[in-house]
């Protein structure tokens, strides 16, 4: 099992974060969701509230509102209406 996966979030207008990840805790429709590597195949839709990502021991965080959140193959995408 890898350490990481590739964490990926776009907004319709930019990139915001395309990188390597440990950990990410992301708002989902229905409550939050960890994703660690190695994690099932998932579809979901996005929640309001703040995604944090962990990188080399840090914590990053941004907020997101509104979008769709694709697991698969230990790659994350987030398509999020907005990210800040």
Request: charged share 25%.
């Amino acid at each position: 099992m890898a350490d990481t996966f590739q964490l990926e979030i776009v907004t319709p207008t930019k990139q915001v974060v395309n990188e390597r990840a440990e950990y990410a805790e992301i708002p989902g429709k229905d409550g939050y969701m960890g994703i660690l590597p190695g994690h099932a195949a998932l579809l979901s839709m996005l929640g309001d509230g703040e995604l944090s990502y962990r990188v080399g021991g840090a914590t990053n965080k941004l907020r997101v509102t509104g979008g769709y959140l694709e697991v698969r193959d230990d790659h994350v995408r987030v398509l999020a209406d907005k990210a800040e």
